[in-house]
């Protein structure tokens, strides 16, 4: 019985990770702020680098959309989910991909991890966690390899 919610919960999860990637795509801030916690953090890449509360968290998604002249392009890759009663994580590979602003057209790999907690009923992002690797001999981020 425990194992048929957990199975459950994971796909509860995994759907409510697809809706976050097509509220991306859409650039629909309003779904995608419905999936995160009032009190997230998120940790990004981008100064300053944390993140704290849905207001804060939705003005760093509007930058990052404003970001590209088009079309966003989000997918998932490698996912993992754990669950545990009413809280789980998952890790996954995401390349972003579009035309910025600049007329450039690139694809991002990052790294990210997201934690979830249940909260009346509805599995919410309480924390997220946006990361580059790095090339340690120079300490830049590697931002265009495919894993």
């Known amino acids: 019985m425990v194992a048929n919610h ?29 999936l995160y916690s009032p009190d997230i953090v998120y940790f990004d890449i981008i100064p300053p680098h944390q993140f704290i509360g849905a207001d804060a968290v939705r003005r760093n998604f509007l930058r990052w959309f404003a970001e590209y002249q088009g079309d966003i392009g989000v997918e998932t890759h490698d996912l993992s989910v754990a669950v545990s009663g009413d809280v789980a994580f998952a890790h996954m590979l995401h390349p972003d991909s579009g035309t910025r602003r600049s007329g450039r057209d690139v694809v991002v790999w990052v790294r990210s991890t997201v934690c979830v907690q249940r909260i009346d009923d509805q599995w919410l992002i309480t924390h997220e966690h946006i990361s580059f690797p790095i090339n340690p001999e120079e300490w830049s981020a590697v931002v265009d390899a495919a894993p």
Do not use: F, G, H
Request: proline share 0%.
């Open 6 to 34: 957990a199975d459950a919960a994971r796909a509860d999860i995994m759907a409510m990770l697809d809706s976050r990637v097509e509220a991306c795509r859409a650039r629909d801030i309003d779904r995608l702020m419905s």
